[in-house]
Nanobody, 125 residues
Framework: QERLVESGGGLVQPGGSLRLSCAST????????IAWFRQAPGKEREGVSCISSGDDSSYYVESVKGRFTISRDDIKNTVYLQMNNLKPEDTAVYYC??????????????????WGQGTAVTVSS
């Protein structure tokens, strides 16, 4: 039983946009720092972005800065990843994850408590 559920992936042309969603029926996401990861074929999973709990500070890996925006809607208990100006190298399965309760975002994207099942993003013409 998935505790986090991602949606919004799909096929998009280079330069296009997608908005990924991360929702949960088990976690009150506003209590947690939430991170997005991605794993491209043949590559290791990498942290992409993180939003803190409380002050909603956000962090991004260098390769997506200026193109991706992380946000949360506490009423909908959902965290979003808006992805603009997508590039073929953004092709990956994207996962959301909760950071251990009480911990902030960290640059190593460690201390993960729970994962979603992932949503696939393909950027291709």
């Amino acid at each position: 039983q998935e505790r986090l559920v991602e949606s919004g992936g799909g096929l998009v042309q280079p330069g296009g946009s997608l908005r990924l969603s991360c929702a949960s029926t088990d976690f009150t996401l506003s209590y947690y720092a939430i991170a997005w990861f991605r794993q491209a074929p043949g590559k290791e999973r990498e942290g992409v972005s993180c939003i803190s709990s409380g002050d909603d500070s956000s962090y991004y890996v260098e390769s997506v800065k200026g193109r991706f925006t992380i946000s949360r809607d506490d009423i909908k208990n959902t965290v979003y990843l808006q992805m603009n100006n997508l590039k073929p190298e953004d092709t990956a399965v994207y996962y959301c994850a909760t950071v251990l309760s009480g911990l902030p975002c960290n640059s190593q994207y460690k201390y993960i408590e729970a994962w979603g099942q992932g949503t696939a993003v393909t950027v291709s013409s």
